[in-house]
């Protein structure tokens, strides 16, 4: 099984840039589809981008659609999410999890992942 772990949250002013990553272990990340998902207190958590195994294939949630891209690089063995634009709303928990399946624009955190990390937070100040 593979494990994942994030890194790269912290505060930033709205309008500023930030960029997560997702290192794994264990199974090689280039045999999984990888997602992020985010949580801000109080909420359900909800999906944010997804990017395919061989990265030929991406979907994004409207909310970040044209701020947010995720990409990967195999060979290093992580997942990134560079987020431009950022607004208060985005402020979440951030989580990320490998899958064998891909779901299209369609991502639910109720899906079965192989691996979920636990998270780094990111804030948002107006």
């Known amino acids: 099984q593979v494990q994942v772990v994030e890194s790269g949250g912290g505060l930033v002013q709205a309008g500023g840039s930030l960029r997560l990553s997702c290192a794994a272990s264990g199974r090689t990340l280039s045999s999984y589809n990888m997602a992020w998902f985010r949580q801000a207190p109080g909420k359900e958590r909800e999906f944010v981008a997804a990017i395919s195994w061989s990265g030929g294939q991406t979907a994004y949630a409207d909310s970040v659609k044209g701020r947010f891209t995720i990409s990967r690089d195999n060979a290093k063995n992580t997942v990134y999410l560079q987020m431009n634009s950022l607004k208060p709303e985005d402020t979440a928990d951030y989580y990320c999890?490998?899958?064998?399946?891909?779901?299209?624009?369609?991502?639910?955190?109720?899906?079965?992942?192989?691996?979920w990390g636990q998270g780094t937070q990111v804030t948002v100040s107006s």
């Open positions: 999890a490998a899958t064998r399946r891909w779901y299209g624009s369609s991502w639910s955190p109720q899906a079965d992942f192989a691996s």
